[in-house]
């Protein structure tokens, strides 16, 4: 599958080889940078790093898979790249800004990447919402086990994060709708229940951002809290990311077990779990300091499955050994790019997710 969809001249200085395609700020949108909290990339990243390496893939295939599962949240480019003669189309697998409450971005970024829907009513969830272990969010990472070619690793990081999101964001849906309305947020912190930010809570029902879990802040995506609040029904939800988190890694184990033709991949499980449980429900001192200590903590707890000498996340890494051939005008060499592979991946996930929608 290729994206270089023409040929243009090339171009005129180095810095333009991406051609960016970005929105106007307004309050929105400056409402949303104001939510916006690091990338919660111990899970994504590290834990299935680990669990890749567990499961017996070498350390080049674990890192594959694990950078492309955690890089669905940071590819945020929309442009074209300039080839030398050629055009390339990015995929766009992230969003945070106006657009956030378009149908575009719904479809083609939360839907098939971040909440994938049930497409079946469940009660108080309509078929746009997400529910864990979802029969389309299986198939997504059936059809990636099955995938055979240079994409494989990159398919199968691309459908696991869609399939964790679908613990994580369970109840949410991925477009703007009252069913994502969220009240009376509490943490549990301490021993007890305490209110979250009332200050945003206001601005966010002025501008009605009910798009996925944006009312409930960063908290479905980090691995030890423990949360509540009242739906759109009026019903009170409570959750306890520990437990969800833990049923998550545990599917995502099973799946990466049977890409590697294992039989049984229950005797490996019982010989992680308790430690893996231990590490979800890891509670740093300070927030923004503690998502750099989860993600030491994973790397101290299983040194093996970190010991490429580039085993951390750099969330420009590919893009910028791609955008340097790119400058460089060799197409062979950036269409082999772990950056373009990634891209492809990700356009086959959301034909996937978009057909069946339909």
């Known amino acids: 599958m290729q994206c270089v969809v023409g040929k243009s001249g090339p171009a005129e200085k180095e810095d333009s080889v991406l051609q960016r395609r970005e929105g106007p700020e307004c309050a929105v949108f400056l409402v949303l940078r104001a939510l916006e909290v690091p990338v919660q990339e111990d899970f994504h990243y590290y834990a299935v790093m680990v669990l890749a390496h567990v499961a017996g893939f070498p350390p080049e295939q674990a890192k594959i898979i694990a950078y492309s599962s955690q890089f669905v949240d940071d590819s945020t480019d929309s442009g074209q ?214 993600c030491a903590l994973w790397r101290e707890a299983f040194p093996d499955a970190f010991a490429l000498p580039n085993a951390t996340y750099g969330r420009h890494e590919w893009r910028e050994q791609a955008l340097s051939l790119a400058r460089q005008a060799d197409l062979e060499g950036f269409l082999h790019t772990d950056w373009v592979r990634f891209q492809r991946a990700a356009l086959r996930q959301r034909f996937l997710i978009l057909d069946r929608m339909m």
Do not use: M
């Open 81 to 294: 790249v300039n080839v030398g003669e050629y055009l390339y189309d990015t995929v766009r697998t992230a969003h945070l800004g106006l657009q956030v409450f378009t149908w575009n971005v719904h479809k083609k970024i939360y839907f098939p990447f971040h909440f994938v829907p049930s497409l079946q009513w469940t009660g108080e969830h309509s078929p746009y919402a997400t529910v864990a272990d979802c029969a389309l969010a299986r198939l997504a990472v059936e059809r990636a086990v099955a995938t055979r070619g240079e994409e494989r690793l990159h398919q199968l990081g691309v459908a696991l994060h869609a399939y964790a999101d679908t613990w994580s964001h369970e109840g949410f849906s991925g477009r703007r709708h009252v069913e994502n309305d969220v009240r009376a947020l509490r943490r549990y912190v301490d021993g007890q229940w305490r209110r979250c930010r009332r200050a945003l809570d206001v601005l966010l029902d002025l501008f009605r951002a009910r798009v996925g879990h944006l009312q409930a802040y960063a908290y479905p995506d980090i691995p030890h809290e423990r949360w509540r609040y009242v739906n759109y029904l009026g019903r009170t939800r409570e959750r306890d990311n520990r437990l969800s988190f833990l049923q998550a890694a545990r599917q995502v184990f099973g799946w990466l077990c049977r890409a590697r033709g294992l039989r049984s991949e229950e005797p490996l499980w019982r010989g992680i779990s308790k430690r893996v449980a231990e590490l979800l429900a890891a509670v740093p001192d300070q927030r923004h300091e503690g998502l750099e200590a989860r």
